[in-house]
């Protein structure tokens, strides 16, 4: 295309330069300019791209996009945020993909995962041919892929999304990050629905206040769209009076919600007996997922699925396909009598969520190794301490991921004075929890969840919560 039709989309505050030039990409980084390309220069959290501008040129780009203009020869953009109209050049560039799919975003502290796993299942059980995007993996026309970030870059969600098209997909169920929505990685997405499922303490080292994290999260709401809306916490009620779209509210308690548990039972092994009040009648659920958390996360689907107009047999079969979602409350059975679960609790309020659940089908004790990242919110390590010296009758305190920090100091601050077991080598705190526990009881191993790696300051080395805890296991011995 050419750079006016991009000008066009961006509605910059001032053009330099001939705006008739050819456009072959949309870039960001320097060394990935080509020729042809508009660079994007994007103030960064280390660098800034603008001090690069001269290398994505001499590499072939024929524009910028600038938060001031450089002395280059070449046609530029000045605009406000470069983050902005790199997100909705990418959203031209590629056609606009995300206006020909149902794209479903959810956002919220936790259930985030799980939930968008439940809206492919129903788009795909309604036969939308759904995409996925999120925290666990991506799906394009069917086909699984790695991802390494919950919410991808502007440039690379957009050509995601136009994959997705191409490929012949017609919705797409989405994780929204804060982070995301406050580095405008979603600008210029067309979402068809948009979810809210709580908001409890997590990346205060990100967002300064608890404050500034809803407004991250309130972004997603500012569209036309309509949103299924938590009401059953403070900030999903704060959240509802503040959408720009209609509203459908739901709540796992309470009779005031638009969906909400008609009858709901949980049983002595976590399964969820579920009938769901919903605009358009009564909706039983046969509920696969284990734990009573997992009520608000269907509540949630439905709630979606409710605005998508998707039909409830859909609904229903959707609901029942998903057995398990990876690191969520994941069994790990080696045929031990007692439970081991893997969770990716990792802020105080799902650590909260997943010890209650999982007491619920304890007969003995319920022994919990976790720890907490590095180089993340430090005020949430002392709360999950507290939490799990609280809910678990025996607490371990590891390493979870220390990044730049040391292991030692990252326990300390979640001990804070509590008494606790500690040991640092999380393989050896998987052991010790798993050769410790009998019969009746329930080990919980919180805070990675999927995760394959553990991230330390010079290196990430393979680590999977799932294969340690499934080795120690195997290597009981016989008699247990």
Known sequence: MQLSELVEAIGPLEVRGDTGVDITAVTYAADQAVPGA??????????????FAEIAVERGAVALAVERFLPLDVPQLLVSSSRSALAVAADAFFGRPSAQLDVVGITGTNGKTTTAFLMYAILEAAGRRPGLLGTVEQRIGGVVEKVSHTTPESLELQATFRR???????????????????????DGVSFACAAFTNLTQDHLDFHPTMEDYYLAKRRLFEGPWPAAVNVGNDYGRRLAGETAGPVLSYAAHGDDA???????????????????????????????LRGHFNVENVLCAVAASELLDLPHDAVRAGIAAVRGVPGRFEPVDAGQPFTVLVDYAHTPDSLENVLRSAREITSGRLIC?????????????????????????????????????????????????????????????IELAVGGASAGDVVVIAGKGHEQGQQFADRTIPFDDRTVAREALESLPASR
């Open 38 to 51: 508009l660079h994007v220069c994007v103030p960064g959290f280390r660098a800034d791209g603008h001090d």
């Open 164 to 186: 997705m098209v191409d490929v012949g997909d017609r919705s797409c169920s989405m994780e929204v990050s804060s982070h995301a929505l406050e580095l405008h990685r979603v």
């Open 258 to 288: 638009d969906v909400r548990p008609h009858m709901v039972e949980v049983g002595p092994a976590g399964a969820i007996s579920l009938v769901a009040r919903t605009p358009r009648g009564l909706l039983p659920l046969d509920v696969r």
């Open 369 to 429: 190794v976790f720890g907490c990242g590095g180089d993340r919110d430090r005020a949430k390590r002392p709360l999950m301490g507290a939490v799990a010296r609280r809910l678990a009758d025996r607490p371990i305190v590891t390493t979870d991921n220390p990044r730049s920090e040391d292991p030692a100091s990252i326990a300390s601050q979640v001990l804070d004075g509590l008494d606790m077991e500690v040991e640092l080598d999380r393989r050896r705190a």
